[in-house]
């Protein structure tokens, strides 16, 4: 159970990249754009891709957005490309850190010099670039078009974006937060101590029945550089140490089923490891052979 997400997008300025020509382009704003006015045309320039092959819209999240105002920032302010953030900090975590309980998926686009430059304050921001960035998601090729399937998904439901730019230099930086909205959970921690229980629980849509708990690890975080993020490419969700899943099936722990509702209180050890731990909930949606897929995963940091 290992999914990944798209590779960090370089800065494409020099490209005229047209949308797919099945697409109906939303009304084309008069520029420059504010920072408001900017989120909603790529909301609408993402949803008139994803309809145009008969997907849903997805519609904004605000906490994904926060989580992606601070990256795009973090990437604007340091001139890098990468979806690890300067202070080690990956997609999940940031998402998690700024309230989201779902499982959200990320696209990153920005240049990537290693010139540190403040932030412009109230940044305008080019219509024409805005939808070059978003072109040039749209016209990545198998095997690298992880942003491309990333806007496609058809699971999603939501978007968080944040947009940022250097002052004095009008290139936008854009942080895509994909969220996959299937259920609501009780909350989790923001850390705990190694070995102790966390209380997973919530209840699922009718979209999605329940599949199973995971537990996953990676190790603390601590500061990058930029020319490590630079060097970066791609980014993969660590797959769960362990999962636990309902009664009848080989478990260590069986989760407690109501209905809709999971409950179950898991250990939060990997070998005895600080890090920070994914806990992460898997359905399955209708006709997929009972495939696992996450919908949900959050992040505790544990010493």
């Known amino acids: 159970m290992r999914q990944g997400l798209g590779a960090g997008a370089a800065w494409i300025g020099l490209l005229h990249l047209a949308c797919s ?68 900090s990956v997609p999940e975590e940031r998402y998690t850190r700024a309230g989201g309980e779902h499982f959200v998926q990320e696209n990153a686009a920005c240049f990537f ?6 932030l412009d304050p109230e940044p305008r921001f080019s219509v024409a670039m805005l939808e070059q960035i978003e072109a040039a998601f749209l ?31 009008p290139q936008p930086c854009m942080a895509q937060e994909f969220v996959d909205a299937r259920g609501h959970y009780e909350p989790l921690p923001p850390s705990a101590r190694l070995g102790q229980d966390v209380h997973v629980a919530g209840e699922l849509g009718e979209a ?3 599949g199973g708990v995971g537990l996953s690890r990676i190790e603390l975080r601590k500061p990058l550089g930029v020319k490590h993020l630079n060097a970066t490419s791609s980014y993969l969700i660590p797959a769960p140490y362990q999962t636990y899943f309902p009664e009848g099936y080989q478990t260590p722990k069986p989760v407690q089923i109501a209905g809709r509702r999971f409950s179950i209180d898991v250990p939060l050890s990997d070998r005895k490891r600080p890090g920070r ?18 919908i949900s995963l959050r992040i505790i940091e544990v010493h």
Do not use: C
């Open 277 to 294: 731990y994914g806990v992460s909930i898997w359905g399955i949606y209708p006709n997929t052979d009972d495939q696992l897929v996450m």
């Open 208 to 210: 999605v029945r329940f």
């Open 21 to 88: 020509p099945a697409a109906t382009a939303p009304q084309r704003p008069a520029g420059p754009l504010d920072l408001e006015t900017a989120r909603s045309y790529v909301l609408d320039l993402v949803n008139s891709e994803r309809n145009s092959h008969g997907l849903p819209s997805v519609e904004l999240d605000l906490s994904a957005q926060r989580a992606g105002q601070g990256h795009a920032e973090d990437m604007a302010h340091l001139g890098f490309t990468a979806h690890w953030g300067s202070d080690g």
């Open 113 to 118: 010099d290693g010139e540190a430059r403040p």
């Open 139 to 169: 016209a990545e090729v198998p095997p690298h078009d992880g942003h491309r399937k990333n806007i496609l998904k058809p699971t999603h439901t939501g978007l968080g974006i944040g947009l940022a730019q250097p002052a004095g230099l």
